[in-house]
């Protein structure tokens, strides 16, 4: 049997949203603010390029229309740099195939893991907006109508990122067994999954969108703040 209405008429449901609203803001004042803060920053510098892009992706025309053609970030020429010679970066057999029964193999290990994630992911949201921009700048116009762009640029590097954290997680393990969860060694390899279960969360996340709204639910999502790598959520 469902539960009677605790508000009946359109008053009470409107007095009860603000009482919501005010203990939601009391509670998370110092947030808000804060994120307030940062959007006021943000909008009085200007758009970013991955904000043009975006815009351009959803209206078919750029937000500066003097302005030169966009250049690739840093970020992400580092990204396209890495997939180039990422067969030379990764062993032959992934770690996690492999038998460690002493420390210091574990240990060689994660660090052999540790070099790999660090020629792809500097930090997870960096490297996140980077790919992002990667992508929406693969988008194709015809007619001013877009297409969806070049997803495997997410979902193959999604596929990396999964495959160094499988690698990791058996060797985290194993280092727990050897030295327990106060260890230097163990903190070491925590951090190394930690930040590529984080960049994966922030890759799936993207991914969402693209099977459940597509590239306008993405666009709308990004300029709305929603994605997981702009609220700076960790794993």
């Not at 002493?102 to 997870?124: F, Q, T, W, Y």
């Not at 969806?148 to 690698?167: F, K, P, S």
């Amino acid at each position: 049997m469902p539960r009677p209405p605790i508000h009946t008429t359109l008053e009470a449901k409107q007095q009860a949203n603000r009482e919501k609203n005010r203990r939601h803001y009391a509670k998370n004042r110092d947030r808000i603010l804060s994120r307030r803060r940062e959007l006021r920053v943000e909008k009085n510098t200007g758009p970013s390029e991955l904000q043009k892009a975006f815009a351009r992706a959803m209206h078919g025309y750029d937000v500066d229309e003097d302005e030169d053609e966009l250049e690739t970030s840093d970020n992400s020429s580092d990204v396209e740099g890495n997939e180039s010679n990422d067969d030379d970066t990764r062993s032959d057999l992934p770690e996690c195939l492999l038998v460690r029964s002493d420390l210091p193999g574990c240990l060689v290990a994660i660090k052999r893991i540790k070099d790999d994630m660090s020629s792809l992911i500097n930090e997870p949201c960096a490297f996140t907006e980077a790919l992002l921009l990667q992508f929406v700048r693969s988008i194709v116009y015809t007619d001013d109508r877009a297409d969806n762009g070049d997803q495997t640029i997410i979902t193959n590097m999604l596929a990396q990122v999964q495959d160094l954290l499988n690698r990791a997680i058996p060797l985290q393990d194993e280092i727990h067994n050897f030295c327990g969860s106060l260890a230097a060694e163990y903190h070491a390899a925590n951090t190394v999954c930690h930040c590529l279960s984080t960049a994966l969360a922030y890759l799936e996340d993207i991914e969402y969108y693209f099977v459940v709204g597509g590239i306008s639910e993405l666009c709308v999502a990004h300029s709305m703040g929603e994605l997981m790598y702009q609220k700076r959520l960790t794993v």
